[in-house]
């Protein structure tokens, strides 16, 4: 079946560095891949969506690749804030057509000063 | 704000009450969703409505009953819950079930104990 892995320990940086989250998945090629920012008892946000077709994406400080051959995608968060600080979700569109997406547990990012 | 509302955001039930949670979208959305979302565990998916048609219940035990009256409004009713079932219960719309069209938008959440 279809597994995503995100790194379940939190990724701790200095201020100003670029963070870099890692989401794998297996047993499956997907359309598409979400990335959310989810706070503390809050709902996720939606960030960026990068197609099976395009290689990278961007916007503001962010970047998205997506590696089919390596069944990967990583997000990027360059000139890190404090404020960056949450836990970033991944999630992918599941196998049989249905674009209703499966999430990965999430990695937390917590940036210092 | 993401145009997805979440009533109440708090909720302490006994395990012998009734209770339900409600959620509107201001989007103009087609599809809602609710997830359960449990310390340390990736988001779960337990209702899936498009156009006002459930089209997906995953397994979710039935003393979880959703309703939904219209395409703006999600309801999701609780009764003789366990405390297993204390989570974050997370609202969710997006524009449709299609391609290009799978941005999910989700509500604040109601953070639900059971005793």
């Known amino acids: 079946s279809q597994k995503i892995e995100q790194n379940s320990e939190a990724l701790n940086i200095q201020e100003g560095k670029t963070a870099t989250l890692t989401c794998n998945y297996t047993n499956y090629s997907p359309a598409y891949l979400q990335w959310y920012r989810q706070d503390p008892g809050r709902g996720p946000v939606f960030l960026l969506l990068i197609r099976e077709n395009e290689k990278e994406k961007r916007k503001e400080r962010l970047k998205v690749t997506f590696d089919t051959t390596l069944k990967q995608s990583l997000f990027h968060i360059t000139a890190s804030q404090p404020a960056d600080s949450a836990t970033y979700l991944c999630a992918l569109d599941r196998p049989g057509g249905s674009y209703i997406p499966t999430f990965g547990r999430g990695t937390s990012l917590i940036v210092h000063p | 704000e993401t145009g997805v509302t979440q009533t109440p955001r708090h909720l302490v039930m006994g395990m012998t009450n009734k209770k339900s949670l409600k959620c509107e979208q201001h989007?103009?959305?087609?599809?809602m969703y609710w997830y359960k979302q449990s310390a340390k565990k990736p988001l779960e998916l337990m209702f899936v409505y498009s156009l006002e048609e459930r089209v997906e219940n995953n397994s979710v035990p039935s003393r979880f009953s959703p309703e939904c009256p219209n395409s703006s409004h999600l309801f999701l009713h609780l009764h003789t819950l366990q405390p297993e079932d204390s989570a974050l219960y997370l609202c969710?719309?997006?524009?449709?079930?299609?391609?290009?069209?799978?941005?999910?938008?989700f509500g604040p959440g109601t953070r639900l104990l059971v005793l």
């Open positions: 989007l103009g959305h087609n599809a």
């Open positions: 969710a719309s997006s524009q449709d079930l299609r391609a290009a069209q799978e941005t999910q938008y």
